[in-house]
C-alpha cells in the first residue's frame, strides 16, 4: 500500500467515525418518510464503509462495485424525503412478502428519481447538480465493475491502478458527506446540520474537488 493511499484511508476512516458521532443518537420526526429516508442514506453509508475495507485489503474492483451501490442508495434516500408520493412511499416501506417484492418492481430506477428530484423545487440545487454530474462521470464504468463487464475484468487481470483506486476512495467519501448531510437535514437540528456542512471542507483530503468551490465560504448557488 502507499503512503498516500494509507494517508487517504486514515482520513477516509476519521471521516466516517466523525459521520457516526455526529449521527448516532439523533432524533428525526416519527413519520414512514423521514425514517425511510434516514435508513436508506444509512444503507449508502454502509456501502462506503464497506468500499473503504475492500480497498485497505486490495480488493479495489469489488469496492469499485459498491460505489454504484452507495450512489443509487443515496439518490433514493434522497428521493424518498422530497419526491416519492404517498403510494410509492407504502410500496417502499411495506413489510418484505412476494407481493411487497412484486410491488416495489414499479418504483422509479435511477434515472427516474434523478429526474423528479431535478423538477422538485425544495430539492437543494446543489445537491441535484452534484448528483447528475457524478451519474454522468461514473455511471457507465460503474455498471461495468457491478454486471462483470469489461473494466471489471480489465482490472482484475492486470491490477488496479493506485490513482483510480484513490478517486473511487475519495469519490465514495464525498457521497458518504451527502449521505450525512440528508440525514442531518431529517434531525431538523442546527447544531448538527452546521457540523455535517463542515465535513466537505474538513476532510477535504480524502474527497475530490469541490464541485462548486465558493461552497469553501458558504456562498449559496441556485
Given at each position: ?33 423521514a ?42 434516500g ?6 416519492a ?19 416495489a ?10 429526474k ?107
Amino acid at each position: 500500500m502507499s503512503i498516500e493511499l494509507d494517508e487517504i484511508l486514515s482520513s477516509s476512516n476519521k471521516l466516517y467515525m466523525t459521520i457516526e458521532s455526529l449521527l448516532k443518537h439523533a432524533s428525526i420526526e416519527d413519520s414512514n418518510r423521514a425514517d425511510a429516508s434516514f435508513i436508506t442514506c444509512a444503507l449508502s453509508l454502509e456501502h462506503g464503509k464497506g468500499l473503504q475495507y475492500l480497498i485497505q485489503v486490495g480488493n479495489a474492483v469489488s469496492a469499485t462495485a459498491l460505489l454504484r451501490l452507495q450512489f443509487e442508495a443515496l439518490v433514493r434516500g434522497i428521493w424518498l424525503w422530497y419526491a416519492a408520493n404517498e403510494l410509492q412511499l407504502e410500496k417502499f416501506t411495506s413489510p418484505l412478502t412476494t407481493d411487497s417484492e412484486q410491488a416495489a418492481k414499479g418504483l422509479p430506477g435511477l434515472d427516474e428519481m434523478l429526474k423528479r428530484l431535478t423538477t422538485t423545487p425544495s430539492v437543494p440545487p446543489m445537491a441535484v447538480s452534484q448528483l447528475k454530474h457524478f451519474k454522468e462521470v461514473q455511471i457507465k464504468a460503474l455498471n461495468s465493475y457491478v454486471h462483470g463487464g469489461i473494466h471489471a475484468f480489465r482490472r482484475h487481470a492486470e491490477g488496479f491502478p493506485l490513482p483510480l483506486a484513490i478517486q473511487v476512495l475519495k469519490s465514495s467519501n464525498a457521497l458518504a458527506v451527502m449521505s450525512s448531510m440528508m440525514m442531518a437535514t431529517l434531525t431538523e437540528s442546527t447544531d448538527i446540520i452546521v457540523s455535517v456542512k463542515k465535513l466537505q471542507t474538513k476532510f477535504q483530503n480524502c474527497q475530490p474537488p469541490l464541485l462548486y468551490p465558493a461552497a469553501r465560504t458558504g456562498t449559496n448557488h441556485t
